[in-house]
């Protein structure tokens, strides 16, 4: 009796390890179905001239996605630069004054912030932004995108810095270092990693986003770097060329997609990796 009881429930042991092994499986399948269809699709239509060209008119075969590239990252990256700081700071402070009200009502803000659908953002950079100043520009479009940011900045910061032991910190201001010294001298640079990698996040978050975009920056056939003006970015040329007639500007939406997923896949697989860093480091 004993030995048939062990028998069945190792018997339902290696059931449940089966289960879980197909289940895992399938939930990787609609990734690597996506991957190869995109990659299929994509892949024959990158080159060197489909990089540095911008798209042709209607009617001409051939162009590239310069424009896109170079606005992609110009945004992102005057996205970043209004987001990293503003959000790392309200980290150090949520991290700083967890019992406060105002640190409450912040934390409470941010949670809600990460909620809220991104073509809402877009629309309220647009009154805000777009429509005071009459025109789109590309700035108007990182303002969206910085927002989108600094939740997952702010969240990533605070949970980081609340990991460290409180013995860092006493440490130093034994030493008689100045409180702001403390922070940004040890705090910070201990949990850098940490807060590095909610960075990347953030970034690999807002890479994809086109409802922002569509509200603000508008796009642009052109090649330019002032960020005044409307300005191209990949999802924004993968939206407008897909839904296009043309089947060039299919090609150039295809070839585009597998950029933007390439890149987006990097950022990912970058921030797994400062991750796993940081667990050691701790």
Not at 137 to 150: D, N
Request: with cysteine.
């Amino acid at each position: 009796m004993h030995a048939s009881n062990v028998k069945y429930r190792l018997g339902k042991s290696y059931g449940f390890q089966i289960l879980t092994y197909v289940l895992a499986f399938a939930c990787v399948i609609p990734l690597l179905a996506i991957l190869f269809f995109i990659i299929k699709a994509g892949i024959t239509k990158i080159n060197w001239h489909f990089l540095v060209n911008v798209p042709k008119p209607v009617g001409e075969t051939g162009g590239g996605i310069a424009n896109a590239l170079l606005g992609s990252i110009l945004i992102i990256i005057v996205a970043a630069i209004i987001a990293i700081p503003i959000g790392i700071l309200a980290g150090i402070y949520l991290s700083e004054n967890r019992k406060s009200k105002l640190a409450y009502w912040c934390r409470l803000s941010t949670d809600i912030l990460q909620g809220v659908p991104s073509i809402v953002i877009g629309i309220v950079a647009y009154f805000w932004l777009v429509k005071p100043l009459g025109k789109f520009s590309a700035l108007s479009g990182s303002v969206a995108l910085a927002i989108m940011m600094l939740p997952i900045v702010v969240r990533s910061t605070e949970e980081t810095l609340k990991l460290l032991p409180d013995s860092l910190k006493e440490a130093a201001l034994a030493l008689g270092m100045p409180f702001h010294r403390v922070i940004f001298k040890v705090i910070v640079p201990v949990g850098i990693s940490g807060i590095l990698s909610g960075v990347m996040l953030s970034i690999a978050r807002i890479t994809g986003e086109t409802a922002p975009l569509l509200f603000t920056a508008f796009g642009n056939p052109y090649l330019t770097t002032n960020m005044t003006q409307p300005m191209q970015s990949l999802p924004l040329l993968i939206f407008n060329y897909a839904t296009s007639p043309y089947n060039d500007w299919h090609d150039l939406a295809w070839g585009a997609s597998l950029i933007l997923l390439l890149w987006v896949l990097f950022l990912n697989i970058f921030t797994k990796l400062i991750t796993r860093k940081w667990k050691v480091q701790l």
